[in-house]
């Protein structure tokens, strides 16, 4: 092999791993976060803490944002049946801009017998960014419904985000920079004159004057030219 293809080949090579390199280059940063939920219950208040995982997943304008709960939280006194409850919570994003995205999930599959820490199924919403940056989203406040109850718990141990992700906003949403000052001058539509009102009226005072002059100096030139006849006569 030339020197020449050797060095072809080894270019292309180089090129192909940088390549994959930037491929295989995340583009989240996900961590899953121990979240200590103190819930007031109707039977007083509680507290547990659960591992929170949420994941991103790209669709259209937006993100499919997905809460996983790995502990229950709470429990109830009594058995739920079979799709008793429901659950739902807000995700906190934060970083290149502020929001709070509802996510809610499916009721639960099976019956909860009494006294036992609730699973929380998993919880999704959809969060469409309107700045594009770098954005942490943070379990926010959780809410439990069952039996005509509702239960809130809210994060007590300032959890750090379980997410952080680069996002990017529908069109780029990046602000058009302003024309500049005078853009536009010279054009057609910026030097034709303008012929209004009061623009009429101001012409038709100009011509107006012109016709008088033009009187004026006609009877001046008629005056002089009789005065020359009358000394020739003479």
Avoid at 22 to 41: F, G
Avoid at 130 to 159: D, E, Q, R, Y
Avoid at 169 to 189: H, I, L
Wanted: net charge positive; glycine share 10%.
């Amino acid at each position: 092999m030339s020197d020449r293809k050797r060095s072809t080949a080894l270019a292309l090579a180089s090129a192909a791993a940088a390549s994959a390199v930037l491929l295989a280059a995340p583009a989240a940063h996900a961590d899953v976060i121990d979240v200590e939920y103190n819930c007031r219950t109707p039977i007083g208040d509680k507290s547990a803490v659960s591992p929170i995982d949420i994941k991103a997943v790209k669709e259209g304008d937006g993100y499919k944002l997905t809460m996983s709960f790995q502990k229950g939280v709470s429990s109830s006194p009594i058995e739920l049946g079979k799709g008793a409850m429901s659950p739902s919570a807000v995700i906190l994003a934060d970083g290149a801009e502020k929001a709070q995205v509802p996510v809610s999930g499916a009721p639960n599959p099976e019956a909860v017998p009494a006294n036992t820490p609730i699973r929380i199924t998993d919880l999704s919403g959809t969060y469409t960014p309107k700045k594009s940056g770098k954005v942490t989203f943070t379990a926010g406040v959780l809410t439990i419904k069952a039996m005509g109850t509702t239960t809130t718990c809210t994060p007590g141990n300032s959890p750090k985000p379980s997410l952080e992700l680069e996002v990017t906003a529908a069109g780029g949403a990046k602000e058009q920079p302003a024309p500049p000052p005078g853009a536009g001058q010279g054009s057609t539509a910026d030097t034709l004159p303008q012929t209004g009102p009061a623009e009429s009226a101001i012409a038709l005072g100009t011509l107006g004057a012109t016709v008088v002059l033009s009187g004026a100096a006609g009877v001046l030139w008629l005056t002089r030219r009789g005065r020359q006849a009358r000394r020739t006569r003479s």
